[in-house]
């Protein structure tokens, strides 16, 4: 059973959950700019049937899936039009519409746009998903990072699973003094009128709170040694893999390199 926090984290036992944060956000980094520079999206897309794996381990595959599918679907239509019919950079006709016509190299390149977002927003996702934004904040501190920074980092990550709660809040406010939430997308849209105010003076007084919070805190105080309740401890694992994920992007800039040049 997933425990509820106050992030998109979610308390699962699974390897991926007890993995180091910092290798986490090395895969995104070394994952997402593999994809980027490789000549072609079939490494983009492979690196994201290797993320629906890692999804999979860390128990989270269905949500996963619900999030890339959700997202892929329009961003591939509407690329599919621009870049398919409309790019500088098609050359190979392979659909005449009269009005139009259909490039393969705008496809091509919609399939590389598209396979890079995914890879840099599923692992950022799974990221996100296993990992306690607190033992985030301590690996962050570990390797060198602020105490008040790594508080900032914390309570950003927390902004949207905070705002999706307050509305969530204000509508049931809304309906039991009589206010329709639901129906029509008129009467939506009328509902949402009301929800701007409270939801934008409640963010501006979490703001000040959060100023208040890491003065009281004392994160601005120097030559003070800060303790944490919560730490974040590279294991041999840890290592291997970040070393392992550093690797293949070296040879994925090898490869790439040794491409331009037609060295084969």
Known sequence: MARKTGSSYEAIDSPIDRLDPIVKFTGVFCLGLSAAI???FILGYLLLL?????????KVFKKFAKFIIGFAVPIMVML????????????????DFGFAQLGLEGIIHMLKIVSVLLV??????????????????????????KGSTGYLVLATLNVIPQMQRRIAIIQEAQNARGLETTGSLLTR?????????PVIMSSLVDVQERGMTIEARGFSVK??????????????????????????????IIITIMLKLKIF
């Open 80 to 95: 599919f039009f621009i870049q398919g019919f409309f790019s500088p950079k098609n050359k190979t006709i392979i659909a």
């Open 189 to 197: 849209f009328k509902a949402f009128i009301p929800l701007i105010g």
């Open 120 to 145: 840099f927003l599923g692992s950022f996702y799974l990221t996100t998903k296993t990992t306690d934004t607190g033992r985030m904040v301590a690996a962050f501190k570990r390797i060198g990072l």
């Open 50 to 58: 290797f993320l629906f794996v890692v999804a999979y381990l860390a």
């Open 38 to 40: 490789f000549p072609s």
């Open 223 to 252: 030559n003070v040694e800060q303790t944490s309740f919560i730490e974040a401890v590279e294991t041999p694992l840890d290592r291997r893999i970040k070393r392992g994920l550093q690797v293949f992007l070296g040879l994925v």
